[in-house]
T-cell receptor
Framework: GESVGLHLPTLSVQEGDNSIINCAYS??????FIWYKQESGKGPQFIID?????DKRQGQRVTVLLNKTVKHLSLQIAATQPGDSAVYFC?????????????FGKGTHLIIQP | ETGVTQSPTHLIKTRGQQVTLRCSSQ?????VSWYQQALGQGPQFIFQ???????GRGNFPPRFSGLQFPNYSSELNVNALELDDSALYLC????????????????FGSGTQLSVL
């Protein structure tokens, strides 16, 4: 079964508000995590990644938080824009991965309200 | 744009046929991975190639096979197509810089949408 999951299948936010997308993982051996954004008809687009030796990493308008104690990952998007509307996936990589590939969750559909 | 290109973009086949999908990796990337994404699901790992050899494989039957060429481009072949093989097939490339790091900074193409009738 999947070891990476998302708490909500759909998240609706107002344009300009901050969005928080959550992800729970179950494998304590995972050492690397990635967030992807997938728009309709396109492949997953890399957003940001984080290693297990970090708790937080910031990019442009995005922040990823990792809580290893409760095996929780979140993606924060500041000042959400219409172009942020997409399905967001978290993915994990097992330590020494390659042989197992990335494990993806089912995704959260982010809907932006005008 | 990631620089990962896939062809064709769409394909319709009938059950029992064979299909070959192609992928050109991003410049400078030496590792290619293939994923299958069913409608409404996250991508599932099929296999990965590094230096023209299979570096890892997910839970897919042997009728799913692949190749990586010296220029790091890749093919995915599926024999004896089944209806459940209908999905978006994604190719991703990365630059493996050390053991266990082949899944880092994985960049995906736009995929090939395969429909099996």
């Amino acid at each position: 079964g999947e070891s990476v999951g998302l708490h909500l299948p759909t998240l609706s936010v107002q344009e300009g508000d901050n969005s928080i997308i959550n992800c729970a993982y179950s494998n304590s051996a995972s050492d690397y995590f990635i967030w992807y954004k997938q728009e309709s008809g396109k492949g997953p687009q890399f957003i940001i990644d984080i290693r297990s030796n970090m708790d937080k990493r910031q990019g442009q308008r995005v922040t990823v938080l990792l809580n290893k104690t409760v095996k929780h990952l979140s993606l924060q998007i500041a000042a959400t824009q219409p172009g942020d509307s997409a399905v967001y996936f978290c993915a994990e990589n097992l330590l020494g991965g390659g042989a197992d590939g990335l494990t993806f969750g089912k995704g959260t559909h982010l809907i932006i309200q005008p | 744009e990631t620089g990962v290109t896939q062809s064709p973009t769409h394909l319709i086949k009938t059950r029992g046929q064979q299909v070959t999908l192609r992928c050109s990796s991003q410049s400078g990337h030496n590792t290619v991975s293939w994923y299958q994404q069913a409608l409404g699901q996250g991508p599932q790992f099929i296999f990965q190639y590094y230096r023209e050899e299979e570096n890892g494989r997910g839970n897919f039957p042997p009728r799913f096979s692949g190749l990586q060429f010296p220029n790091y481009s890749s093919e995915l072949n599926v024999n004896a197509l089944e209806l459940d093989d209908s999905a978006l097939y994604l190719c991703a490339s990365s630059s493996t810089r050390g053991p266990g790091r082949s899944n880092e900074k994985l960049f995906f193409g736009s995929g090939t949408q395969l429909s099996v009738l």
